[in-house]
């Protein structure tokens, strides 16, 4: 079974759109995360977020929204794409925030044009 | 084995050599370290970590080691395979929130046959 999944895999979208990325984990882990990985493969925390607290990277633009339906699932909305949204985003989750372990899912590949 | 940093984006050694790959982190309040893998298409995959109250910690082929005095962090890997080639990627994390895992920049890493 796949611990963190996420869909699609791959989205190419225009310009302009409003798009959803879904993430569900079957690990019962606490918290969840969204990072973004560009085209020179760095890794940057985008979200996190548990049942009681969302901590966003003040680098994010508001364009960019996590929504969770229940504990399992933290999907990503992302408002009025743009060009340089193009990148693999990734979701994770961890027994519990910042010390332990996280566990990646196999990233969606999104493509702006 | 070749140890290189961080700037040296890609590391290549012979199969069946160790293979030593340095980070550096900059946050003195980081108090866990992590190591990933990122093979081509797929999520980063947990290798190992440590706290900052050890030193060392063995896993099976991959030794980290922790150096807080220099702020420096390594990965170890016994006898590597063709399986090891990979993006390997050092993070940490600070405090018990729920902040995420800061990345460093990832080497590349390359085994010869």
């Known amino acids: 079974d796949t611990a963190v999944s996420q869909t699609p895999k791959y989205l190419v979208t225009q310009m302009g759109n409003d798009k959803s990325i879904k993430c569900e984990q079957n690990l019962g882990h606490d918290t969840m995360y969204w990072y973004k990985q560009d085209s020179k493969k760095f890794l940057k925390i985008m979200f996190s977020y548990n049942n009681k607290e969302l901590i966003i990277n003040e680098t994010v633009p508001n364009r960019f929204s996590p929504k969770s339906p229940d504990k399992a699932h933290l999907n990503l909305h992302i408002n009025s794409l743009e060009l340089g949204d193009s990148a693999v985003y990734f979701c994770a989750s961890s027994r519990r925030g910042g010390l332990y372990e996280q566990y990646f899912g196999p990233g969606t590949r999104l493509t702006v044009t | 084995g070749e140890s290189v940093g961080l700037h040296l984006p890609t590391l290549s050694v012979q199969e069946g050599d160790n293979s030593i790959i340095n980070c550096a982190y900059s946050?003195?309040?980081?108090?866990?370290f992590i190591w990933y893998k990122q093979e081509s298409g797929k999520g980063p995959q947990f290798i190992i970590d440590i706290r900052s109250n050890m030193d060392k910690r063995q896993g099976q082929r991959v030794t980290v080691l922790l150096n807080k005095t220099v702020k420096h962090l390594s990965l170890q890997i016994a006898a590597t395979q063709p399986g090891d080639s990979a993006v390997y990627f050092c993070?940490?994390?600070?405090?018990?929130?729920?902040?995420?895992?800061?990345f460093g920049k990832g080497t590349h890493l390359i085994i010869q046959p």
């Open positions: 946050n003195s309040a980081s108090d866990y």
């Open positions: 993070a940490e994390g600070s405090g018990g929130g729920a902040d995420g895992l800061t």
